[in-house]
């Protein structure tokens, strides 16, 4: 019997086997769940269908986070499907690579806007639709997050103002769902290559400084990550409510 043993799971933001949703999808899959996973445009569709199929995927439906019609529309089908859900990961952030390089006075209006409505209102957006299914079924909200959103990192700039919005919409959301008994919380992550990773400048020197410096002197895995989101999402975490979990080796302990 598994830990998330007859929970429904919607996770959205696989994008490829190497990312984070898609170890998560994975972990949960092990320990019992039954999943749903979206996919945000074709060319995203045709590596997350056949990934979807791997992990037995009750739902593969299309989703925008920009748009709250297609948000709706996702929860409609899930609600259709399966009558109420328990989980829901939140694993998407993008901004204008060009912002992602050098000095933080690049950031553009519109690539500000861009990065805060796909990186830290999306969550806002799908907890609205999500919230009446997961009412009264002790349901887990999580979000990813990264350490540019409390301390400044070399190019992360508007995506560490983005994440930033996201920690604080978590503790924002964890008290207006508490009372229906759902929790919310994110996990910190450190420095994974990823697709999302591959656009930020200087990537591999902070993965570098990380695995040097980090109490366990190590970079982590997605495999981490997903280990920390199979407790978050349990009910060994029932206790546990807007929270932003560090999973990065320590690293977010050290001074100098």
Known sequence: MGLLAGKKAVIFGVANEKSIAWAIAEAFKREGAELALTYANETVAKRVIPLAGEAGADLVLPCDVRSDADIKAVFNEVDKAWGGMDILVHSIAFANKEELKGSFLNTT?????????????????????????????????????????????????????????????????????????????????????????????????????????APLRRNITQEDVAGAAVYLSSSLARGVTGEIHFVDSGYNIIGL
Do not use: C, W
């Open 109 to 213: 209006r519109e690539g500000f806007a861009m990065a805060m409505d796909i990186s830290s209102y999306s969550l806002i957006g799908l907890v609205k639709e999500a919230a009446p299914l997961m009412e009264g079924r002790e349901g887990s909200v999580l979000a990813m997050t990264y350490y540019g959103g409390q301390r400044v990192f070399p190019s992360y700039n508007v995506m560490g103002v983005a994440k930033a919005a996201l920690e604080m919409s978590v503790r924002y959301l964890a008290e207006a769902v508490g009372p229906a008994g759902t929790r919310v919380n994110a996990i910190s992550a450190g420095p994974l290559k990823t697709l999302a990773a591959a656009g930020v400048g200087g990537f591999n020197q902070i993965a570098g400084h990380v695995a040097e410096k």
